[in-house]
């Protein structure tokens, strides 16, 4: 509907101005008939040089000027060099004082100037008094706009005084000036001192019957009103000086006259009104190309808009009429502009944006009323008044004797000077005052600007930690579906029917897709929290991307979409990269390529290198992806948002398929952080491309090559961390559950009872305050398992404490949490945690972590039992400051080995600890509980965690080579008895 009311406006505010323009084509019609005539003459040779002089005159200021700027310069070009090939002064600085007039609406002020100043020269040189009062008045009207009214005052002067000069003949100057003047003292906002220089104006051009002087001083007479507030009189005087411009086809008057007309429609409030008499102005004006009254009904549309509570179309106009005031060089006209754009994004609640173009508009303001010009008008209108009194204190005592004229003009000199001193005191203080009134208010509004832009950022900051909190939260809820789902699948699988074995499946399948869904949340809070890091990799991109090619190939085939992969890569392409946000970003744009591709359709996939984008590293090329389909492409209103955050397209008539928003948001910001970017092209009907470009480092061939399986002669090859190291433990076991949920501890109790014996507490000071208390619980405790996010203590503070009291760090802790950034797990890491899960976890995985602990701790009580039996007081239970600096050294050598692919066996890492086997083993013993080789390989399984976790590589093989095993099938199977879980499972995720 608003809609509908809003094109009516348009359809009949444009049918307004094409009337007018209709009515007043007979004028029209017999100005082209006057042209015509003027440039035969003009073209003619025969006829005198002063004739042609006359007829190209008036084909340019008469005829052209007015309809077409362009055809304006040109012929006034002409003009010019007609006149210096005759040599006559007068009209060379004539048709220079012509071409200063035209470039008032196409160049701006300053060209205007300087050509004015040009054409003053000649005249001052020749003595040409006619033509230096009309270019004076031309140059003050230049500096008038321009904001130095000073300047303009000086000129206006000077125009009057050669005036005064040619007597009778040189009234149509004066009263040009004195109207030039009138609008000079309006600037200032003096409108009685205005209104006197205009009824003066107006008296000469009715002596004159000047018609378009009259208008002229009709209209200026109208706006005095208007800023008096006598409105009934401005609308009055207005319509008096349309009827003039009318008769007389003078656009340009009649453009400034609906402006006014929408000026006295917003002071009565119809603003609907002042739209379409200020989009007539701004057809009028348009029409002869005057920048700086097309800036002015710019930017009075924008206001207007404003007053509207339109702020998206003031932002329009007002953009438009900054540009055009600019090049203008009209200061007036930029302060409004941005003032405008101020108010607003102001509106908009875009603070940044609107204290920007605050100041500008306080820069501008400053400009036109400094102190330094205010006090230079004074002394200006003084001098002028002083002037005009002594000119007619001559004529009266021309006939007295010179001792009498020197005493009078010395009497007056010293009287205008304490009186010029006088007021130039008292207007400087009020200036001053009225600057620091200013000043202060300036201070008010950008302290509330930037109280806005913070608030602003608080609510940006609440809402990214809105996503991140609500994120971690849907891991519990998450959990309690996925964990029992599994249980049920696991335990009973074959025995239920398929229409319920199917049902769990789809269950099951759909939590990990909202599992996805949450890590994409909250890795783009982690990008917005600047704590997304890169992991470079050396990775063969051509295999690398037909493997995530080869993922979509049956999802292809089932839609009967042609799916094919150029690579255009150079062979052996070998980079370092990060994989994991490399592969999110292929796989979301092959994923929507083939969402949104129909049957029948294409999808290509061109990986290929391309020239250097600016960029200077050494050693870095550039690389471009780009997925093309030949689906329904995007609309193009929904182009230039296709990678903001949660959008979704408006188009009422596309098939609504879901999405969140999310994916090529992420993908865009992750390309970005690869210092790439992601663009995209389309036609809607035809298909979309989307192009990864992204810079990476050669790296050599072999980094990304799995070590062939005689480099690892690693003897070390065991029994994964005591796993199957010796006979299953017992199904019993002491276990410390810290939950504060219900349901958790509720799931805890249908998948931990059968084995162990439980016992709940709500939070980590019920746990600490037991442990505490009860010796003889603590005697029999095997295991703590305990949720991070509880109340009254949370789960790290727990760890602390028990890690810090001597009687209890040895017993093993599993941390149970919903947070998976990488921070959060090594901070349980460098704590001392034995092990933690993530939510949502598997029931197989949750048991087999927790039966390899107490089988850890199981051994190390035999040993430590053994060595009592050696050993008189032994203190065994105790691991002092030394022995955890010796265990950390112990770990870095041994990963330090992996990583280089040294094979490791007792004898090595006795070497590296510089101590003997036996003392390697039984310290080993002591500490971990685990023999030797179940060491090594407890710490490969541990670094192979951290690269399935982090999906740092691709596939399983590559996990497997890069921890030191041997094969991908043998390290399947540790890790799964490890910990529960099948490594093909973090890829399936």
Same mark, same amino acid.
């Given at each position: 509907m608003i809609n509908a009311i809003s094109q009516i406006v348009k359809t009949t505010t444009w049918s307004a101005i094409f009337l007018c323009l209709f009515c007043i084509s007979p004028h029209l019609q017999a100005q082209e008939s006057k042209m015509r005539s003027w440039l035969n003459d003009w073209q003619n040779t025969t006829l005198p040089d002063s004739v042609r002089f006359e007829a190209i005159d008036k084909l340019v200021m008469k005829g052209y000027r007015i309809t077409n700027s362009d055809s304006a310069l040109f012929y006034v070009d002409k003009q010019l060099a007609f006149a210096k090939g005759e040599k006559n002064k007068k009209w060379i600085a004539e048709a220079l004082s012509n071409k200063g007039r035209i470039l008032l609406s196409v160049s701006g002020f300053s060209a205007a100037n300087a050509t004015f100043q040009e054409a003053l020269e000649i005249q001052e040189s020749i003595g040409d008094i006619k033509g230096m009062a009309d270019t004076y008045q031309w140059i003050g009207y230049v500096l008038r706009k321009e904001g130095k009214l000073t300047e303009a005052l000086d000129y206006y002067q000077l125009s009057l005084d050669r005036s005064s000069q040619l007597g009778e003949e040189g009234r149509t100057y004066t009263a040009a000036t004195l109207n030039g003047m009138g609008t000079l003292y309006l600037d200032q906002k003096n409108y009685e001192k205005a209104l006197e220089y205009y009824q003066q104006s107006l008296e000469l051009h009715l002596a004159l019957n000047k018609a378009i002087g009259i208008a002229a001083n009709y209209n200026n007479i109208s706006q005095a009103y208007y800023f008096m507030g006598d409105y009934a009189q401005a609308k009055a005087y207005l319509e008096k000086s349309r009827a003039i411009k009318e008769k007389l086809n003078d656009l340009q008057g009649l453009g400034n006259i609906y402006h006014n007309l929408g000026d006295l429609d917003v002071k009565a409030g119809d603003f609907e009104s002042a739209n379409e008499n200020y989009l007539k102005a701004l057809e009028l004006r348009d029409s002869i190309h005057d920048k700086a009254d097309v800036a002015s009904s710019y930017n009075a549309l924008g206001y207007n808009a404003l007053r509207m509570q339109r702020p998206g179309q003031a932002l329009n106009w007002c953009r438009q009429g900054l540009l055009l005031a600019q090049s203008a060089g009209d200061v007036e006209e930029t302060a409004a502009s941005a003032d405008c754009l101020f108010q607003a994004f102001q509106m908009q609640t875009q603070a940044d944006s609107a204290l920007a173009y605050h100041i500008l508009m306080t820069e501008l303001k400053d400009s036109l009323f400094n102190q330094e010009n205010t006090r230079k008008l004074a002394q200006l209108e003084l001098q002028y008044a002083f002037d005009k009194e002594r000119g007619q204190m001559q004529e009266g005592l021309k006939r007295q004797r010179m001792f009498r004229n020197v005493a009078i003009v010395i009497t007056a000199f010293f009287f205008v000077l304490t009186f010029l001193i006088f007021r130039l005191n008292r207007m400087a203080r009020s200036k001053n005052r009225k600057l620091h009134e200013k000043n202060q208010q300036i201070e008010r509004d950008k302290a509330v600007i930037s109280?806005?832009?913070?608030?602003?950022?608080?609510?940006?900051?609440?809402?990214?930690?809105?996503?991140?909190?609500?994120?971690?939260?849907?891991?519990?809820?998450?959990?309690?579906?996925?964990?029992?789902?599994?249980?049920?699948?696991?335990?009973?699988?074959?025995?239920?029917?398929?229409?319920?074995?199917?049902?769990?499946?789809?269950?099951?399948?759909?939590?990990?897709?909202?599992?996805?869904?949450?890590?994409?949340? &909250?890795? $783009? #809070?982690?990008?917005? =929290?600047?704590?997304?890091?890169? /992991?470079?990799?050396?990775? +063969?991109?051509?295999?690398?991307?037909?493997?995530?090619?080869?993922?979509?190939?049956?999802?292809?085939?089932?839609?009967?979409?042609?799916?094919?992969?150029?690579?255009?890569?150079?062979?052996?392409?070998?980079?370092?990269?990060?994989?994991?946000?490399?592969?999110?970003?292929?796989?979301?744009?092959?994923?929507?390529?083939?969402?949104?591709?129909?049957?029948?359709?294409?999808?290509?996939?061109?990986?290929?290198?391309?020239?250097?984008?600016?960029?200077?590293?050494?050693?870095?090329?550039?690389?471009?992806?780009?997925?093309?389909?030949?689906?329904?492409?995007?609309?193009?209103?929904?182009?230039?948002?296709?990678?903001?955050?949660?959008?979704?397209?408006?188009?009422?008539?596309?098939?609504?398929?879901?999405?969140?928003?999310?994916? &090529?948001? $992420? #993908?865009?910001?992750? =390309?970005?952080?690869?210092?790439? /970017?992601?663009?995209?092209? +389309?036609?809607?009907?035809?298909?979309?491309?989307?192009?990864?470009?992204?810079?990476?480092?050669?790296?050599?061939?072999?980094?990304?090559?799995?070590?062939?399986?005689?480099?690892?002669?690693n003897p070390a090859e065991g029994p994964a961390g005591g796993a199957n190291a010796g006979p299953d433990i017992a199904t019993t076991g002491q276990l410390l559950i810290v939950e504060d949920n219900t349901d958790m501890r509720a799931l805890f109790t249908d998948l931990l009872s059968d084995d162990f014996n439980l016992k709940m507490v709500n939070n980590g000071q019920e746990a600490w305050d037991l442990l505490q208390t009860d010796a003889e619980f603590v005697s029999r405790l095997d295991l703590i398992l305990s949720d991070v996010m509880m109340p009254e203590m949370d789960g790290y503070t727990l760890l602390g404490k028990l890690k810090e009291t001597p009687r209890l760090a040895r017993i093993p802790v599993i941390m149970i949490t919903a947070r998976a950034d990488e921070k959060d797990k090594l901070q349980a890491l460098r704590m001392g945690v034995d092990d933690y899960l993530t939510k949502p976890f598997s029931p197989g995985e949750l048991v087999a972590r927790a039966r390899n602990l107490i089988l850890h701790l199981e051994q190390r009580r035999n040993i430590l039992a053994d060595e009592r039996s050696k050993l008189p007081n032994p203190d065994f239970e105790n691991i002092g400051p030394a022995e955890q600096n010796w265990l950390r050294e112990l770990e870095e050598k041994t990963i330090q080995a992996v990583d280089q692919k040294i094979p490791l066996s007792a004898s090595s890492l006795a070497d590296k600890m510089s101590i003997s086997e036996r003392q390697l083993r039984r310290r080993i013993k002591a500490a971990t509980g685990l023999a030797i080789n179940a060491y090594i390989n407890e710490v490969k399984l541990q670094k192979a965690r951290q690269l399935l976790e982090n999906q740092s590589l691709s596939t399983i093989a590559e996990t497997a080579y890069a921890c030191g095993f041997n094969t991908p099938g043998y390290f399947t199977k540790v890790y799964e008895q490890r910990f529960g879980k099948r490594p093909a499972e973090y890829f399936e995720e």
């Amino acid at each position: 509907m608003i809609n509908a009311i809003s094109q009516i406006v348009k359809t009949t505010t444009w049918s307004a101005i094409f009337l007018c323009l209709f009515c007043i084509s007979p004028h029209l019609q017999a100005q082209e008939s006057k042209m015509r005539s003027w440039l035969n003459d003009w073209q003619n040779t025969t006829l005198p040089d002063s004739v042609r002089f006359e007829a190209i005159d008036k084909l340019v200021m008469k005829g052209y000027r007015i309809t077409n700027s362009d055809s304006a310069l040109f012929y006034v070009d002409k003009q010019l060099a007609f006149a210096k090939g005759e040599k006559n002064k007068k009209w060379i600085a004539e048709a220079l004082s012509n071409k200063g007039r035209i470039l008032l609406s196409v160049s701006g002020f300053s060209a205007a100037n300087a050509t004015f100043q040009e054409a003053l020269e000649i005249q001052e040189s020749i003595g040409d008094i006619k033509g230096m009062a009309d270019t004076y008045q031309w140059i003050g009207y230049v500096l008038r706009k321009e904001g130095k009214l000073t300047e303009a005052l000086d000129y206006y002067q000077l125009s009057l005084d050669r005036s005064s000069q040619l007597g009778e003949e040189g009234r149509t100057y004066t009263a040009a000036t004195l109207n030039g003047m009138g609008t000079l003292y309006l600037d200032q906002k003096n409108y009685e001192k205005a209104l006197e220089y205009y009824q003066q104006s107006l008296e000469l051009h009715l002596a004159l019957n000047k018609a378009i002087g009259i208008a002229a001083n009709y209209n200026n007479i109208s706006q005095a009103y208007y800023f008096m507030g006598d409105y009934a009189q401005a609308k009055a005087y207005l319509e008096k000086s349309r009827a003039i411009k009318e008769k007389l086809n003078d656009l340009q008057g009649l453009g400034n006259i609906y402006h006014n007309l929408g000026d006295l429609d917003v002071k009565a409030g119809d603003f609907e009104s002042a739209n379409e008499n200020y989009l007539k102005a701004l057809e009028l004006r348009d029409s002869i190309h005057d920048k700086a009254d097309v800036a002015s009904s710019y930017n009075a549309l924008g206001y207007n808009a404003l007053r509207m509570q339109r702020p998206g179309q003031a932002l329009n106009w007002c953009r438009q009429g900054l540009l055009l005031a600019q090049s203008a060089g009209d200061v007036e006209e930029t302060a409004a502009s941005a003032d405008c754009l101020f108010q607003a994004f102001q509106m908009q609640t875009q603070a940044d944006s609107a204290l920007a173009y605050h100041i500008l508009m306080t820069e501008l303001k400053d400009s036109l009323f400094n102190q330094e010009n205010t006090r230079k008008l004074a002394q200006l209108e003084l001098q002028y008044a002083f002037d005009k009194e002594r000119g007619q204190m001559q004529e009266g005592l021309k006939r007295q004797r010179m001792f009498r004229n020197v005493a009078i003009v010395i009497t007056a000199f010293f009287f205008v000077l304490t009186f010029l001193i006088f007021r130039l005191n008292r207007m400087a203080r009020s200036k001053n005052r009225k600057l620091h009134e200013k000043n202060q208010q300036i201070e008010r509004d950008k302290a509330v600007i930037s109280q806005q832009a913070e608030e602003l950022k608080a609510l940006d900051q609440m809402k990214s930690r809105f996503f991140t909190n609500i994120s971690h939260e849907l891991r519990t809820p998450l959990t309690l579906i996925t964990t029992p789902v599994e249980n049920l699948i696991k335990q009973y699988s074959g025995r239920l029917e398929p229409a319920m074995q199917r049902s769990l499946q789809v269950i099951n399948q759909n939590a990990k897709k909202m599992r996805a869904l949450v890590e994409e949340l &909250l890795e $783009l #809070s982690r990008i917005d =929290a600047g704590q997304q890091e890169l /992991s470079a990799t050396a990775t +063969s991109v051509s295999a690398f991307c037909r493997q995530l090619f080869i993922a979509y190939s049956s999802a292809a085939g089932e839609r009967g979409i042609q799916y094919e992969l150029i690579d255009q890569l150079p062979d052996n392409t070998i980079l370092l990269i990060d994989k994991r946000c490399f592969s999110k970003i292929i796989n979301n744009l092959i994923g929507n390529a083939l969402k949104f591709t129909g049957k029948g359709g294409a999808v290509t996939v061109v990986a290929q290198h391309i020239p250097d984008q600016g960029k200077t590293e050494p050693h870095v090329a550039w690389y471009q992806i780009q997925v093309k389909d030949t689906g329904r492409g995007i609309p193009p209103e929904d182009l230039p948002h296709v990678f903001d955050r949660f959008f979704q397209t408006k188009r009422e008539n596309l098939p609504l398929e879901g999405g969140t928003g999310i994916g &090529l948001a $992420l #993908s865009k910001e992750l =390309a970005e952080l690869m210092n790439g /970017s992601l663009s995209v092209e +389309s036609s809607l009907g035809k298909g979309s491309t989307f192009t990864f470009t992204f810079p990476a480092q050669s790296a050599k061939a072999h980094e990304a090559l799995p070590p062939a399986a005689s480099v690892m002669n690693n003897p070390a090859e065991g029994p994964a961390g005591g796993a199957n190291a010796g006979p299953d433990i017992a199904t019993t076991g002491q276990l410390l559950i810290v939950e504060d949920n219900t349901d958790m501890r509720a799931l805890f109790t249908d998948l931990l009872s059968d084995d162990f014996n439980l016992k709940m507490v709500n939070n980590g000071q019920e746990a600490w305050d037991l442990l505490q208390t009860d010796a003889e619980f603590v005697s029999r405790l095997d295991l703590i398992l305990s949720d991070v996010m509880m109340p009254e203590m949370d789960g790290y503070t727990l760890l602390g404490k028990l890690k810090e009291t001597p009687r209890l760090a040895r017993i093993p802790v599993i941390m149970i949490t919903a947070r998976a950034d990488e921070k959060d797990k090594l901070q349980a890491l460098r704590m001392g945690v034995d092990d933690y899960l993530t939510k949502p976890f598997s029931p197989g995985e949750l048991v087999a972590r927790a039966r390899n602990l107490i089988l850890h701790l199981e051994q190390r009580r035999n040993i430590l039992a053994d060595e009592r039996s050696k050993l008189p007081n032994p203190d065994f239970e105790n691991i002092g400051p030394a022995e955890q600096n010796w265990l950390r050294e112990l770990e870095e050598k041994t990963i330090q080995a992996v990583d280089q692919k040294i094979p490791l066996s007792a004898s090595s890492l006795a070497d590296k600890m510089s101590i003997s086997e036996r003392q390697l083993r039984r310290r080993i013993k002591a500490a971990t509980g685990l023999a030797i080789n179940a060491y090594i390989n407890e710490v490969k399984l541990q670094k192979a965690r951290q690269l399935l976790e982090n999906q740092s590589l691709s596939t399983i093989a590559e996990t497997a080579y890069a921890c030191g095993f041997n094969t991908p099938g043998y390290f399947t199977k540790v890790y799964e008895q490890r910990f529960g879980k099948r490594p093909a499972e973090y890829f399936e995720e």
